[in-house]
T-cell receptor, first 116, second 117 residues
Framework: AQKITQTQPGMFVQEKEAVTLDCTYDTSDQSYGLFWYKQPSSGEMIFLIYQGSYDEQNATEGRYSLNFQKARKSANLVISASQLGDSAMYFCAMRTRLYNFNKFYFGSGTKLNVKP | GAVVSQHPSWVICKSGTSVKIECRSLDFQATTMFWYRQFPKQSLMLMATSNEGSKATYEQGVEKDKFLINHASLTLSTLTVTSAHPEDSSFYIC?????????????FGPGTRLTVT
């Protein structure tokens, strides 16, 4: 079975500080992709960062980096220098070779609040 | 990046009526489209997957006769909620995937908020 777990329902961070959002996953497939999406109150899903299971280096996209620890099956999102606009829901997701990489498995989400 | 639109962005309908939600890929051909449902403060749950020109594949527990999905062209998929009830009130999000092989090539629409009174 494929599963994504986000254990932090809500997080607070001070503006300009870094924050780590946790994500663990479970899959028997050797080929998979891990994603992070941001969902502001408007509801749109904004793609942030992607890590492939065979990628040896951690993915980075601007202020976002993904701390990929394959043996521990974790894919934590690190946001550096938090901004007020980062306040939103954040979802970790996974796609595997099963179902031809089509099917997303989403975690339950973490609501991030950035304090001024 | 590619753009996926949804129409309407929000809709209110009376119980017992049907409502249609459109999902369009604006600048690419979407060979596969997906429909998700999201209840307040919850995660996205995949409802069904549709490939152009073929019947949709529904996830377990999703009533295919209630949630009719049509993927008539490579740029348009529709979700029709038939005989809507208040418990169908939710946020419906579509996503679309082209024929390319890049892992990130699946784009989400902005969502449609359905309220059934």
């Amino acid at each position: 079975a494929q599963k994504i777990t986000q254990t932090q329902p809500g997080m607070f961070v001070q503006e300009k500080e870094a924050v780590t959002l946790d994500c663990t996953y479970d899959t028997s497939d050797q080929s998979y992709g891990l994603f992070w999406y941001k969902q502001p109150s408007s509801g749109e899903m904004i793609f942030l960062i992607y890590q492939g299971s065979y990628d040896e280096q951690n993915a980075t996209e601007g202020r976002y980096s993904l701390n990929f620890q394959k043996a521990r099956k974790s894919a934590n999102l690190v946001i550096s220098a938090s901004q007020l606009g980062d306040s939103a829901m954040y979802f970790c997701a996974m796609r595997t070779r099963l179902y031809n990489f089509n099917k997303f498995y989403f975690g339950s989400g973490t609501k991030l609040n950035v304090k001024p | 990046g590619a753009v996926v639109s949804q129409h309407p962005s929000w809709v209110i309908c009376k119980s017992g009526t049907s409502v249609k939600i459109e999902c369009r890929s604006l600048d690419f051909q979407a060979t596969t489209m997906f429909w998700y449902r999201q209840f307040p403060k919850q995660s996205l749950m995949l409802m069904a997957t549709s490939n152009e020109g073929s019947k949709a594949t529904y996830e377990q527990g999703v009533e295919k006769d209630k949630f009719l999905i049509n993927h008539a062209s490579l740029t348009l998929s529709t979700l029709t909620v038939t005989s809507a009830h208040p418990e169908d009130s939710s946020f419906y999000i579509c996503s679309a995937r082209g024929g390319g092989g890049t892992p990130t090539e699946q784009y989400f629409g902005p969502g449609t908020r359905l309220t059934v009174t």
